[in-house]
């Protein structure tokens, strides 16, 4: 139960009419009454996530990890838009992109990602980062 005392932050990545359609409107309001931070990032279902909004939520999240804290992510099914989350994060943590999908396929007993362009866009956001000279925990130039 320790590890459930450290969770900060819950991010949803489902679009404005799937929580609603889903059951899950109330989310916010309940993840805010358990005390944790609710963070809305919406990516269409089998899509890619919009590199100006999410970066900087990534380099927030990546922070708030290097701190201790825990990070749950949902999105509809959790093989495509929240495993593109848990991607990038874990490639921030210097994971190489094909090793960070593994881990997450054998963690979550399902291959992912669900999409080829997710599974580009992490390995873009990597190499865009290391041309551009960015710290990939932060997005910062170097």
Known sequence: ??????????????TA???????LDGGRDAARRAGLDFVW???ADRGVADAAAFLPVLGDLVHRLDRGHHVVAHCRFRIGRASLLAAALLTAHGCDPDRA???ISAAGGHRVPDTDDQRNWIRQYVLIGRREGRDPRSGARS
């Open 1 to 14: 139960m320790a590890g459930l005392r450290a969770l900060a932050v819950v991010v949803c990545l489902l």
């Open 101 to 103: 999908w593994k881990l």
């Open 41 to 43: 990032l919406p990516v």
């Open 17 to 23: 009419a799937e929580p609603c359609e889903l059951g």
